[in-house]
């Protein structure tokens, strides 16, 4: 059994595709075996609503009158700084960035941040933005100081870009010192007192993917409530890690790089995020949809949260040291259950990724599917896999001598 994405398209125009979440297909394959399941189904979407750090936004202002040299000044968005070094009206919002001058920047614990990820949540919310920049003067661009309101309708162009989101598989944090800590991963509470983790789980789009079959270069996505594409392989896509049954890696492997017109999107998907007393981030929704091309494919799309394991990293003393220490791995359907064992220890676990929302993600692209809406596309070119020589390494660092 056989399908080619051309034939799928071809039924979404014609309203006759099946399509059903990565969810609902664990049960139907159950029922119906693999093959069948294979040869009813066409599509499999997928989602996942996470903070997702490494996102962000170009931005083009137009020109103003007289024209001013932003490429080489200063720009702020709500006193959030952008970086300039592009051109004369075009600047990159990190969903990271933090005011320069905000005591809350200082990281102290106790504190939330504002940032860039608030700034595009606002953005895509209609809000008006407050630009203020600065530039040394040239012949061609006079201007030296620019302060005005923006709005996402006046931008010229808006284009959410982000190079790594979709993480295939994470750690689980935890904290055996006898202090706090504000990590990335949460607030961690001393001598084991929770666990965080986050990924949706059995509906994370490369867990449903393991091996990178179906999304390539090219492919179609949801992304903060609108329609983007994956650009490249994510950073740090690392795809030679230890795998468990059926592919799924047993620690975090596979990235995607993705694009998309941040006018087309929606405030409940794109979020701006606090860590208490780490810093900001955006928390972004991404589906990504399968196409049934086989029964090997199909196969992949119902792996379940308990065929899912992570790693459980210790962060206290040797994770910032790059020398994580592991406890242990864990299945997605124990840490889902509320409570796991470490070290002989009843731990509470929490989610950084919203499951709920993971749900309304898959759901929302399924319906744009049926509607005929949302076309496949073919991967222009596939993602590095366990064949290639990609690896992430640690930074080594050299000693810098005059």
Not at 200 to 212: E, F, M, R, T
């Given at each position: 059994m056989l399908k080619t994405i051309v034939e799928i398209n071809e039924k979404i125009k014609k309203g006759k595709a099946v399509v059903v979440t990565a969810e609902e297909v664990i049960d139907i394959a159950r029922e119906k075996g693999l093959h069948k399941a294979a040869e009813e189904i066409d599509v499999v979407t997928t989602g996942t609503f996470s903070p997702m750090c490494s996102s962000g936004a170009f931005l083009n202002f137009g020109h103003s009158q007289p024209r001013i040299k932003l490429g080489g000044g200063k720009a702020y968005l709500n006193d959030v700084p952008v970086y300039t070094g592009l051109a004369a009206a075009d600047v990159f919002l990190g969903a990271n960035a933090l005011p320069d001058d905000d005591p809350r920047n200082k990281f102290h614990p106790g504190e939330f941040n504002y940032g860039g990820g608030h700034v595009i949540e606002e953005l895509v919310a209609g809000k008006d933005i407050r630009l203020v920049a600065t530039a040394?003067?040239?012949?061609?661009?006079?201007?030296?100081?620019?302060?005005?309101?923006?709005?996402?309708?006046?931008?010229?162009?808006?284009?959410?870009?982000?190079?790594?989101?979709?993480?295939?598989?994470?750690?689980?944090?935890?904290?055996?010192?006898?202090?706090?800590?504000?990590?990335?991963?949460?607030?961690?509470?001393?001598?084991?007192?929770?666990?965080?983790?986050?990924?949706?789980?059995?509906?994370?789009?490369?867990?449903?993917?393991?091996?990178?079959?179906?999304?390539?270069?090219?492919?179609?996505?949801?992304?903060?409530?609108?329609?983007?594409?994956?650009?490249w392989h994510g950073t740090q896509h690392n795809p030679n890690v230890p795998r468990g049954e059926n592919g799924v890696p047993r620690e975090g492997a596979g990235s995607l790089s993705l694009i998309g017109d941040l006018k087309q999107m929606k405030p409940e998907w794109l979020v701006g995020t606090s860590m208490f007393g780490y810093g900001c981030t955006l928390s972004t929704g991404i589906g990504i949809p399968i196409p049934v091309l086989s029964e090997e494919i199909l196969r992949y799309t119902t792996v379940t949260d308990d065929e899912i394991f992570a790693p459980i990293i210790e962060f206290s003393e040797t994770y910032p040291q790059r020398k994580p220490g592991i406890l242990g791995e864990i299945s997605y359907a124990e840490l889902k259950s509320g409570h796991i064992k470490v070290q002989g220890k009843d731990v509470p676990t929490a989610s950084l990724s919203s499951y709920p929302k993971a749900i309304e993600i898959a759901g929302i692209l399924k319906d744009w599917i049926e509607r005929g809406e949302f076309l496949l596309t073919e991967p222009v070119a596939h993602l590095p896999g366990i064949e290639s020589d990609i690896t992430f390494k640690p930074l080594e660092e050299r000693l810098i001598t005059e």
């Open positions: 040394y003067g040239t012949d061609c661009y006079p201007r030296r100081k620019l302060e005005s309101w923006i709005n996402l309708k006046d931008i010229n162009d808006a284009i959410l870009f982000n190079v790594r989101n979709a993480y295939q598989n994470y750690e689980v944090a935890v904290n055996s010192s006898d202090r706090m800590l504000y990590t990335y991963m949460g607030v961690l509470k001393p001598n084991l007192g929770n666990a965080h983790y986050s990924t949706s789980g059995q509906l994370s789009p490369l867990l449903n993917d393991p091996y990178y079959k179906s999304i390539g270069v090219g492919t179609k996505v949801f992304i903060g409530g609108g329609i983007g594409y994956v650009a």
